[in-house]
């Protein structure tokens, strides 16, 4: 989706940087872009654009994500792509948030709540309960282009949920002109 989610979260990693805290960015491996980075991008006159970049470090496993959260000297951890992460990511993020309750420590994750077919991503709703702040990021629908999109709309592919994918294969639509692909046919 297009609603500058990531832009956001490397924003409050640069800050945190000025500050001379220790930052950290990951991702999960199942991404298929599964670059060492993070990056935002904006859409200009119809084509996405590369705006913000940070690097990322790629987290395959568990143990991996437990040995980063319990760094003492992490002061701000960007999970990017949140979703993709499985459920072990809300008992690991509960029990750091009591570990490190005396800490200045912060955690932003970047995540879709919903698939296409408008269903939670598995770790989404507890990661948002146990959260101090929940932003929800709208971009503008790009089907009507009037309201206020929130909704995925996979344009191509299969019926898998996990399916990353990019600008062409999914877009950012309103509740109006959202329809579950694959199983009905555009309103508009
Ligand atoms: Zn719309």
Partial sequence: MFADKTGSAIQDAKNAQYRNERVLAIRPALDRHSEPFIISRRV?????????????????????????IRDPMLSLLVIEEGQFFPHWIVPELREAQH???????KVVVVGLNLDYRLRPYDPMPAIMAMADKVKIH??????CKRRKGRYTQR?????????PGDFGDYEVRCR???YIFGEASPTT
């Fill in 155 to 163: 344009l191509q592919g299969g019926a898998a949920q996990n399916q």
């Fill in 138 to 143: 709208t971009g503008v629908c790009m089907c």
């Fill in 176 to 178: 109006v002109c959202h």
């Fill in 99 to 105: 570990v490190r309750r005396r800490d200045k420590f």
């Fill in 44 to 68: 200009i006159n119809g084509k996405p654009r590369p705006d913000l970049k940070f690097p990322a470090r790629i987290v395959r496993t568990r143990a991996e994500f437990r040995g980063i």
